[in-house]
């Protein structure tokens, strides 16, 4: 055989079997297999409803006149309460209330492209290419201040001292839908991955802040925000 034809079988052979080890991901001979999911897209949801209750509950506990007001029905903090023929100024007030988004439960481990490298115990690396939200719902009546998203294991609904902030979604106007990329703290990506690997596996969950300041706007806060956060992955695994 020429020696042309002798390396040209090596050459194909070696391709071939570079493929069948690679499976569906693309191989990467210094580092493993290159597999990437197809991007996840995770709801979530916010009510000022939230704000409005403990509003009242911090109207109550002041004393008169704060106590004199009933926020059923209202759209405004009063300015003043009367009883009978007699009114009484509200001095004016400034609190600031936590609104929190519940935890979005996520397990990607049973992703086709990633379980038998999972099953085995395989999966080396995650690279995050992005995670961006898109709001597609906003009937809240004031602007929201910056989102903060958290992570933690699997199973929790409620931000807890164990959560681990990771970015922000930025401030989003009243009525307004918008779309963008999550700004990331410093170390936000390296604690994505530790979440990710090696269990694939976690709670996301969101908290903003709603400040009340009745000397600049008594509107009582109202609405709902909802939209996704769209999260796209590539694992790095070893080879079967």
Known sequence: MKKTSKFLSVF???????FLLSGCGLLDAGSGISVSLPEQSFDFSLDADQARGQLQAYLDAQGAPYNQIDLAGMTEIP?????GAVCVDVPTFSETFEVEIPGQQIDLSDEEELRQYVESGKVKSVTIEYLQFVIDQNTLNFDMPSLDLYMDQLGTTALADSSDLIGKVPSIQAGSTDEGELQFTADGRDIMSNYLIPGLQ????GETQITVDTAVTRTIPGGQLSGQIKLKLKFTVDPL
């Open 79 to 83: 300015a003043e309460v009367c009883d």
């Open 12 to 18: 194909l052979s070696l391709g071939l079997g570079l």
């Open 202 to 205: 976690f709670a996301m969950l």
